[in-house]
């Protein structure tokens, strides 16, 4: 077994072998002057088992076509078996054509996978467990729901209540509400007039008084989370929390959530979060026991489906 | 222009034709006493463009062979192209992998289908828009939401509320709501002690004195739609409808909801409803005009993307 | 080594697995009311080397399609290898294109299994060998003449003789002749004027005095071997027996055979006999041992030709 | 439209062409004197309906690497669409598994044409009906039996039967015999000893005082033949024929044949006959017009099933 | 026929588009703030003949991302046959093996394209001929060279020869100088001691009180370049130029050429050469009259041989 | 571990076998009259890690299909890997598209040996880096250059040169040359008039008084070594040899090399050198430690990279 790490994951590759007492194998990888990435395994992968742990953060395509150079030069190096783990799912939003002549760009980067030579397939928090789909290889679709629902278990909040930010979201928002044993409530949002701007137009569920834990499987821009906060605070809720899997914090996201007043942000290193993006209120719980023991498994033929639910 | 029906789906193709002042190709399809399908092509497709029109309904296996039988029969007879429309997609709920060592069926089916020979495909309200990543070939994904919309704005309700019967359904509830320009609410299911069993628990969102639409993709034995619908009433509903796109209706579903003192059951002819599963307070609107017109549209070459929507 | 069996097979596989000392892997396997078959794969197959038998027996696409899906089960749940045991191969009529546009279901089969995921199929006495050459994944074609030819040998009859049903039987029929060291004769069959219904016309070959045992791959019917009687009666043979490897048994056929005359009809369990297509001289032998021995050969990388002939 | 014809079959390509008023397309094709074949393709064929005829006959290997450098280079060279016209096809009776470890090189010779870019094949009377099947792409098998059928009605024999040289080749001559109206019969084989060793060892029906004609689909070392032959004449038939689709004729097949006393051997040019190995008695029918149709109707689009019969 | 042009390649597709008289097609291509790639095809292209324009420049790997979802939007969008136009061809350079376990990029993006749906590829001047070979869809690989002679011609320089900066070089500079009638000389490279650094150390041929060329396909960081014309210097030239295809110019190039006293550098537009990376003695000449009489011919069935040379 | 050898390579895979202290596999591999290539495995390969040597040469044609059909056997008799060990690659020149309409025979050998079964593929000296991207499966590209390196450092020549016979030879030339630390030259050669004929017209470089060795990967009819050793000549050197690996000495080669006046000609039994073609000055080293050391590591796992370079 060898576990591999591109440049975006550097960090959590690390934390997931030493939970697995290895060492990250050695690899040389860097971009020349004209952009294009290079790529060199040091040491001999000739039948091993290689897992390469690459998550999606910006740069994006960079973080991508790192893990599909990577996996050749594994292959060509003739590995017996290339997991790519893949802790945020690149391009997981880009899911479904809700409109006409778009790409789904998420099974294309499952195309892509499997043509660079990618056996199988780990990742976390899905937008849609239907993406599992998306692969003809074997995936294995972990959740970091229980990393985050043992925190605010420990928490102990007198009256919660989990709110799905947005009618989408609130499939997975019940399944952490179960898990917690909480009612659950959701945001409306409606298009403006005959525009494509859509807009938080209420809360359906009962919120007042609660304490909310705004739940999603990803915060990006922190739009969404803002507009439901309005709302929230016009219903009056006790206080308000943020939780979900990946970090994404692009654009605004920082600025917004830091001052929005939200009692905490609870986060998972799916995405890594670097100190410019970390303030008090921000909590980073971190998913490489998970991603080591689903490792783990794997490599030894024991059943993934525990890390499952 | 060659339009083909499987045996599940005889009346419809028939509408189809008619939309299109053509006629069915003309096939020998039928079972030996062995049980096995035998299918035979009577006139020439050779350089044609060739769409296959079967739905998936019980016995449900054998209307997916046979539609896999002439796909092949119409590839080795030389179709220039051959369309795959399915107005119920085949397992469309097994679409993802939710337990340990299960199938996704669905994506299954998608390859199933490429295999045999099929270029592209039509289907109508998928479970989830993700499913169209399941195929590598073009896939259309219509859907009859505004066909039902129809019918429910010529009703002029007085106070209007779209119910998803299940936390999983609120993002097409949403949808057909904001169509309709009215609220949406929905049924919280919870797990029942550690049982696998699941129990609708609560009404989320205002329903009292509306008239609730409960909205979902298909109706199958109804046990949802009869939870909701208890609910529904101990919150005083003023009047409850059932709207739905697929009119599986297995089991006791007839039963259930022909007693069950709903005002409305409106459903499509994606699936055909035989004499026997009618009763007068089920709506049956066509699917036909509507396939029709996305297969002008995909054998001229125009945007069928009006259709998404 | 695991070994799981369709719902066509349960009888069979039991046998297989007693022959093995071993126990069937256990699995989920129902149709909802849907109609819509439904797997789960009950215990780790991790890296497994897993063998799935499934016969061809009505209803035939439910079969199938259930042994499709076991295996994308078992394929998603990270099977090492995935071999599918057909001891009656699906479609195994369907293969060629004897018509004008008419499918070639068995090669369909072939690229289905492969599709969904099986890596080597192991099945029993095709009708023509080149059936074979169907598959892109090593394909292992067993024979049950041995078990066939034991049970003749052991009848001691005076002055057998071997009578293929029609001209597309003879080869496999002499080869069961050799087999024994008896003569070979066959039924001709001509079309009746222009139409396209075909009918015995001659016993080629002399039969006049002799045991003719009419040999096939499978009876299914029964309508071959009565119009062959009837040219051997009128040929005077002593007695007459029918052998086939596949008993099919559908439509008229047992109440044809078992009020033929015949002296016995000797086939084997590839397809289930249910009581109710038993009768007193119709004698079913086990392909168990055959098909144990196979898979255990598989398994452990020993020749598997020994079983060929 | 354009053909092209290999080295192989230079004089039937241009047979077909003249059939079709056109010419052959103009190639260079030669080999270096490393004996590597290069092709160049000396006329534009972007997005040309392109025929490539190739026939296997020695050096046969030749022929089948020659073919699928002319269809690389068509490919590359943007051919809209590529047939392959194989009059007799490469490998053509290794079909099937019939030993341990031995190739399916029929199925081989499938795959390797679909890798080169053959969009689809027409071949003619091929061993086996089953050898359609190891194609994924639309194949046409069509037949030269009324090319050979035409010869012998003309020639109103008193009391012709025909002769199947072996058990294998019963089906085929009885399909010939049911064209000409005649009774049909067969030479048994079996096994010498314990050996490997085949001899001819039976006449299975009434040949005495007829005209015999045997039949096959081709003829090879004339072995079987001759072995049919010395039965034939113990049998006291009237006179012997042979009619067969594709003249082999390899090894001593020409001299035994011109030997024998056959009254004639009847065979088509599916592979050329060169002057050095005709006599007076051997006759050459042309299947250039049959292919020339074929190719028509491939061409247009027309059906071309009228010349499978 | 439709030519779409992506990020990276704006200005060249707007003067492709203005040689062939059309207008670019309309797309919205961006980033979202979380970095992710979206582009939505604004105007139908069912049935179309689509070309995608684009080249390879930094950012390189959002620009070959960005490729992959434009070619997956118009595919899924039913475009008829989409046709990559790749002036500067991604990862071109890394096309073999030459240490251990390294990646072979540039045949990973050609499977990649593929993948994505590509049905033939329009490129220049690849570092190595074989390149072609990496695809298994038709490519047209043009040249750059005549457009580059031309400009020399004029010149009407009196004693030119064309010098390779490394060995590697020689073959495609050898074939410049035959263009323009002119010799040719080399400068050779060797290891430093044992180090992996690489030395200019020599020219071979003569070049004295020559006008020398320096010819490559590509300028990149300039340090051959750089290394060549000390050499050159040393052996009196009487001046020095600068030709090649792509101008990629990256870390200290520009600063290097421009203060170089080189006497003039001529490269095309094949990647983008903007404002801040000119300088006085740079020349700029188009390929856009190439490529549009490339994409005419391609659309319209003409043979494209003419460009290659 | 198992080594099988073609027909092509008797002689070399028994000295590969004889290092690695094992016999070759057992095979029938025959011709029938026919001309068709029949092969049989003789001994179990069930699971196997298996090698099959083959080299090109004379007839090319057989020695390449004989492999492929090897390899479905191989394939089919359920051998666990198979790996192709091509001493000399089989159309390695044939690598681009250099003229209209001409195929690339190297990847279409690369794709058919993937579609017959091989895993993967160690070959020698390829005439260009690039052509190992033809493949999808790992190969190893192994180099014979140490092998004739050494033998020209122990000749301690006082004043060598590596001569490239023509442009395209100088990168490989060069490389032969740093190994032995001595300069390099080539010999330019251009194209006679308007025609085809290309002509050596000089040489570049300084070489007289030096002993030349003229360095290719192949010498096959010898004619640019003629014309590089005439230049040579006039340019006065001291002596010269001729070195390369792969002796394909087609046509004249032998007669011109063996009366040509060279001091010595060294190559390899890549391809076999039968003794007809064997001369005093000519010597042959052997690559069959090399190719045994390469099959060794591939069987263990370790690191072929070292016999890289």
Redesign the interface.
Known sequence: MRIFGGRATVELTTRICSCLCTEPGRADIFK???????????E?????DVFVVQTS??????A???L???V???????ARRITAVLPYYP?V????????????????VA??L???GVD?VVTVDLT???????F?V??D?LTAQEVLAGHFRAKRLPRPVVVAPD??A??R??RFA?RLGV????V?K??VGGSEEVKAT?V???VTGCQAILFDEEV??GGSSMEALGLLRERKVDAAYLACTHA?L??PAVERLAGSGLSEVVVTDTVPVPPAKRWDRLTVLSVAPLLAEAIR??HT?????VL?T
Chains 1, 2, 3, 4, 5, 6 share one sequence.
Do not use: W
Request: hydrophobic letters at 35%.
């Open positions: 020349f002057s004209n952009d294009n990435t290079f790529v060199r395994i040091l001999s992968v000739r039948d091993d953060c910006p740069p994006v395509d960079e991508l076509v790192e599909l150079i990577m050749d030069a594994l292959k060509r190096a003739s391009y939003r880009s899911d479904k054509k809700d409109q006409p002549r778009v790409p789904i760009t998420a099974r294309l195309d892509l499997a043509t660079a199988r849609a467990d239907q993406i599992q789909g998306f003809s074997p995936a679709h009618p989408g609130v499939k928002a019940q179960q009612p659950v409530a959701f409306d409606r298009r209420a359906v569920g009962d990006d821009r994404v692009s654009g498994r794997v033929g024991e059943s993934v489906s499952f």
